[in-house]
């Protein structure tokens, strides 16, 4: 675990592009049985988080026309039930982070993995962000 000090500005980076945290399962339930689409960001301390996935996630949520009706994100080692709680919806995919995924009605939709995200820049994962958007949205 991280201690909080440290992870703050990391938490508030998101949340100022418009996401909710999560920080127990019970939220993350919630949140999963409304209906609609929902964008979970598994946020993370990791640099390719700060360098290129919470950007890129920001980037398309705010260029896009067609967005999720929820936008949420856990953090990796930081808030372990929300995570572990999340991560139970993405299965069978393994723990990631930072990753990105699409839910439609409670379903998975599209998955963006670390390694999809490691060596890419924030613009290429914005462009194809917004077109899973413009598809499940």
Do not use: W
């Not at 508030?12 to 979970?40: C, H, N, R, Y």
């Not at 299965?91 to 699409?102: E, G, M, Q, V």
Request: aromatic share 8%; proline share 7%.
């Amino acid at each position: 675990m991280y201690p909080e000090h440290l992870v703050h500005p990391m938490r508030m980076d998101i949340v100022a592009g418009g996401f909710q945290e999560l920080k127990s399962a019970s939220e993350v339930e919630d949140v999963m049985a409304k209906p609609g689409t929902t964008l979970v960001f598994f946020n993370s301390v990791c640099g390719c988080s700060a360098s290129t996935a919470r950007p890129g996630v920001k980037n398309a949520v705010a260029a896009s026309v067609k967005k999720p009706n929820q936008l949420v994100t856990v953090f990796a080692g930081v808030d372990p039930e929300a995570v572990q709680k999340a991560r139970e919806y993405t299965l069978p995919y393994p723990p990631s982070s930072p990753s990105i995924a699409l839910f439609k009605d409670g379903e998975l939709v599209h998955f963006v993995e670390r390694h999809h995200i490691e060596g890419r820049s924030a613009d290429m994962i914005a462009g194809h962000l917004e077109g899973v958007f413009d598809e499940f949205c």
